[in-house]
DNA sequence: GCAGAACAATTTGTGCTCAATCAAATCGTG
DNA sequence: CACGATTTGATTGAGCACAAATTGTTCTGC
């Protein structure tokens, strides 16, 4: 019983669609880390921004939008509102003033330590175990690969 | 390699994160769809609204805000351009004018018409065969029913 | 060297999402 | 019947997301 099935019923449920799923339970994610990132006071975008500079500092706007899948116009306002929380600092490039760098201060860094607790609390609420949790994450990243072809 | 692991390095990477596969899968959803939404003059939430209705007609806003899992606070305005766009009728219960029932008009059935070709093209956007799309389909569903408990 | 193309980030406008709050209708209990 | 509690949907304010238009910078061709 599916959505692309050339089946008998013409009745198509919602429950049957991936887009649902996926977008349900997206929303659920976002349920489970708001309390936990009310705690360091950042919003979930705001969260991966700053999680994606964890992993790699000195950034330009664009190399992280394109790791987050993000376009500029959306970056913007998340990365002017990081800078006034005294997270990062937001610099042009001196040697190609059209690029913005993006730094971390010594607060955006100590951060990082707060929200270590956050990813344990989340495998919890999942109930799955670490290797199942590994092998859905995968499935998922390639679909998205297929869906940007 | 995953941030729940207790392994050498402290550095997690985004690419670790379950919450962000899912979250990129569905704005990548959303790039797939918006084009042949496009064509039938509906936002992706507007779809997912119709296609619940096309299920079940006549349903109130908690009800169908139960089914989407969204808040009167999203789904009301949501609603209200669909009735502006002729798709749907909003009308206060006769017996309990708390609530609002909303219903579909001819316009918004013989939209189903047309919306008949998305599943199809998403499907094969997916790059996946059926069967295993409705496996990772279910997955999904269930890591979100364990989220919401 | 300079005009125009290309590029990077920002601004603007539309829509989605939630938390917090509100108003109106209904229910429950005395 | 009366009055407080509950239910239902709507409103407000903050933030996210994109497309399209804009501004400022750099590169290219001549």
Redesign the interface.
């Known amino acids: 019983m599916?959505?692309?099935?050339t089946g008998k019923t013409d009745?198509?449920?919602?429950?049957?669609?991936?887009?649902?799923?996926?977008?349900?339970?997206?929303?659920?994610?976002n349920?489970?880390?708001k309390p936990l990132l009310d705690e360091i006071g950042l919003t979930?975008t705001q969260y991966?921004a700053m999680?994606?500079l964890?992993?790699q500092d000195d950034r330009t706007v664009g190399s992280l939008g394109e790791?987050?899948?993000?376009e500029s116009s959306t970056l913007t306002p998340v990365l002017k509102r990081l800078e006034g929380l005294g997270l990062i600092a937001r610099t042009r490039d001196k040697t190609d003033e059209r690029q913005v760098r993006v730094q971390l201060t010594a607060a955006g860094r100590a951060l990082q330590a707060r929200a270590k607790t956050i990813?344990?609390c989340?495998?919890e609420?999942?109930?799955?175990e670490?290797e199942e949790?590994?092998r859905?994450?995968k499935?998922?990243?390639a679909?998205?690969s297929?869906?940007?072809?």
């Open positions: 599916d959505q692309t099935s009745t198509v449920k919602l429950d049957d669609f991936l887009c649902f799923a996926i977008y349900s339970a997206n929303h659920a994610l349920r489970v880390y979930y991966i999680v994606t964890w992993e790791k987050l899948f993000l990813p344990p989340i495998l609420a999942s109930g799955l670490v949790l590994a859905l994450k499935e998922i990243a679909l998205r297929s869906l940007l072809r």
